[in-house]
C-alpha cells in the first residue's frame, strides 16, 4: 500500500525559533499534499493544500506567513512553522494523494508532534 | 460545505460485546464517506469507505459500516470487539463534485474497550 512518512515524529524547540517538518509519499507521486492540525482529544483541521509546484491555497483563519508550505516535488512537501509559540505546540498530520481521475485516496503519515516551549 | 457529527465522544464496552459508533454528516452534494482510526500518538488509518454501490461497506478486521442516505448516516458497526480495538476512530466526509476534494472529519469518537 502507499506509504507517508513524516519526520520528524517529535520535536521540541524554544519560542521564537522555526520548526520545518517533512511529509514524504515513498512509493507514490503526491500530485496534492494536505496538512493538518490536531489539537489534544480533537478533530483534525486542515490547514492547507499544496500542489506540486504551485502555492499553497490555506484554509481561513491559517496564517500563510506563518505557517510556510512548500510543494518542490511529486513526493516532499514541508512545513515551516516559523517563530513557533506555545499555542503553536499540536500534533500535525500530513496526507498526500495521487491523482488518477475519479476518486483518489488520502493516505495519512504518522503525524509530528511538535512541543514549544 | 460539508459537516459531520459525532455524537458520542467515548464509548466504554466490554471485550466481545458489540459496538456501534454513529456518524451523522450535512451535505448539500453527493459524498464520499470514511471511517478512520487512530491509535495513540500515531496517523490516521482508513478502515473502510463508502464510494458507491452497495450501501453496506466492510473492513478486513470486522468492522462494517452502512451508508443511509435518508438518514444521511454512516454508522460503524462491530459484532464483538477485541481489546485491541481500543482506539480513536473519525468518521469523514468528501464532495464528489470538484476536482480534488478535501476531507472533512467529526470530532472522534473514542472507543475503550475493557477485559
Known amino acids: 500500500g502507499a506509504v507517508v512518512s513524516q519526520h520528524p515524529s517529535r520535536v521540541i524547540c524554544k519560542s521564537g525559533t522555526s520548526v520545518k517538518i517533512e511529509c514524504r509519499s515513498l512509493?507514490?507521486?503526491?500530485?496534492?499534499m494536505f496538512w493538518y492540525r490536531q489539537f489534544p482529544k480533537q478533530s483534525l483541521m486542515l490547514m492547507a493544500t499544496?500542489?506540486?509546484?504551485?502555492?499553497?491555497?490555506?484554509e481561513q483563519g491559517v496564517e500563510k506567513d506563518k505557517f510556510l508550505i512548500n510543494h518542490a516535488s511529486l513526493t516532499l512537501s514541508t512545513l515551516t512553522v516559523t517563530s513557533a509559540h506555545p499555542e503553536d505546540s499540536s500534533f500535525y498530520i500530513c496526507?498526500?494523494?495521487?491523482?488518477?481521475?475519479?476518486?483518489?485516496?488520502?493516505?495519512f503519515g504518522p503525524g509530528t508532534r511538535l512541543t514549544v516551549l | 460545505a460539508q459537516s459531520v457529527t459525532q455524537l458520542d465522544s467515548q464509548v466504554p464496552v466490554f471485550e466481545e460485546a458489540p459496538v456501534e459508533l454513529r456518524c451523522n454528516y450535512s451535505?448539500?452534494?453527493?459524498?464520499?464517506l470514511f471511517w478512520y482510526v487512530q491509535y495513540p500518538n500515531q496517523g490516521l488509518q482508513l478502515l473502510l469507505k463508502?464510494?458507491?454501490?452497495?450501501?453496506l461497506v466492510e473492513s478486513i478486521n470486522g468492522f462494517e459500516a452502512e451508508f443511509n442516505k435518508s438518514q444521511t448516516s454512516f454508522h460503524l458497526r462491530k459484532p464483538s470487539v477485541h481489546i485491541s480495538d481500543t482506539a480513536e476512530y473519525f468518521c469523514a466526509v468528501s464532495d464528489r463534485g470538484s476536482g480534488y476534494s478535501t476531507l472533512t472529519f467529526g470530532k472522534g469518537t473514542m472507543l475503550l474497550v475493557s477485559p
Open positions: 451535505s448539500s452534494v453527493s459524498v464520499y
Open positions: 512509493d507514490f507521486q503526491a500530485t496534492t
Open positions: 463508502y464510494l458507491s454501490g452497495s450501501t
Open positions: 496526507s498526500a494523494r495521487e491523482e488518477q481521475g475519479g476518486y483518489n485516496e488520502q493516505f
Open positions: 499544496s500542489n506540486e509546484g504551485s502555492k499553497a491555497t490555506y
